[in-house]
């Protein structure tokens, strides 16, 4: 596609976004933040209640909603009042073009059309003609929208993206072809982006299941599924589409974190196992599962074989990943074994990731089993300075003061651990003990 249009890239953060409502009512006030929160019934149904007369930037944030709910003949009407005002407004022409390719109603489509040339508006011409000046079909000006929605996105990494009309544009595209299920597929990845499981499921549905994107789509579902809080809906969802597509690797991969992160260690082994036996063994792409297949035996009090996970892990990408380095060195420190090792470790995942308070913590918890008591104290204290509510770190920093025979500095700490551990926290015992044992009352 010619970088012309990548210029569309800053739709989504200036046009509409400072849109001021021209009128102060409740209602206009309601749909205001409806739209803010892609609540578009909401704001349809309020913008809808005034008869008054609207101003552009009004008629903009009707012609949003109307897009956004799928309401073309209605939109069609208000982007006509809105040529009124500006003949080369972009998004209102974009609409009046499509329904009338919708129509097949080519008067309509020639009138308005002309406004492109007359305007120079690149990003229309590029939608709905051929280099030859030939219009193209509606499939093709779809695609030609998730073109410039594509581009756009990719120059967007350091930029507030408008979702509102990334959404009016992926609307438009669905509503061109409806067959284009990339449009259906991107627009649910937004929603669900956004924690609206129930439209980004609805948009997700829409896709064909003869389509390459079917799979990815139902896999989403059954993720969003836990993520509400239905676990049983999810994990059921999963299983079901595990045993249709057996051969689906990355069903079992999303069935695996499912159970890693509903904590049943167990259920995630086994479909990591699987996994990891049918791909190859070397393969750079499984240092990653038998690290978490590794954090399972780890939390399920598996050392031996956890440790075995993490260090191939590490071989396979040649020590480089952080948190894997501070995930075996830790184990390491609490065992009090391979203790130098550690260190080294650390010292190499910290330099790879200086922000991460984790990694801090175990490099500072390591200056304290090799007795550098001042040094540990000063990189803990670093890392509460980043995390004040991190249990494990006060009750380390705690161990190291009273290392310091900083006992009265400890026993404050370990009182702060009290006051905000959960009840379920497994640390809740030691920190009492080690109170009693330190006088604490």
Known sequence: MNNNYKKIAFIWTILFVNSAFALSSSSFLISKT?????DYETAYTELASTEKDLRKSDLENQLLVSINLNYLEEAQKIALKLIKINEGHEEALLVILSYAKSKNDTYTFKKYSKNIKKYNLEMLNYIFFLPDGKIKTNAENSK????????????????????????????????????????????????????????????????????????????????????EGFFQQGEKKLLSLTNIYQDD???????????????????????????????????????NILYLRGICFERLDKWNLAEKDFIKSLELINYESADVLNYLAYGWLERDINIDKAMKM?????????????????????????????????????VISIAPSEIISLDHLADIYLALNRKREAIYLWKQVLDIANPEDIILNDIKKKLEKNNAG
């Not at 409806?34 to 892609?38: D, H, M, P, R």
């Not at 790879?352 to 090799?370: G, Q």
């Open 249 to 287: 690797l990355e069903l079992k991969l999303a069935l695996a974190e499912l159970y890693r992160l509903k904590k049943k260690y167990e259920d995630a082994i086994f479909y990591y196992s699987q996994i990891i036996d049918n791909t190859n063994q070397s393969s750079d792409g499984n240092w």
């Open 144 to 227: 030609s929208i998730f073109e410039i929605i594509q581009t756009s996105n990719e120059s967007l990494v350091s930029k507030k993206v408008n979702y509102n009309y990334l959404l009016f544009y992926l609307s438009i595209a669905n509503i061109l072809d409806e067959n284009f299920h990339e449009t259906n597929f991107y627009t649910a990845q937004i929603y669900q982006f956004l924690k609206n499981y129930s439209k980004a499921e609805y948009y997700y549905n829409k896709i064909s299941n003869n389509h390459s994107l079917y799979i990815e789509s139902q896999k989403n579902i059954a993720i969003n599924k836990s993520k």
């Open 34 to 38: 409806a739209i803010n929160l892609f």
């Open 346 to 382: 650390l010292i190499k995942a910290n330099k790879n990731e200086p922000d991460n308070h984790y990694i801090l913590d175990s490099l500072a918890w390591a200056y304290y089993k090799k007795k550098e008591f001042k040094k540990a104290a000063e990189l803990m204290e670093e």
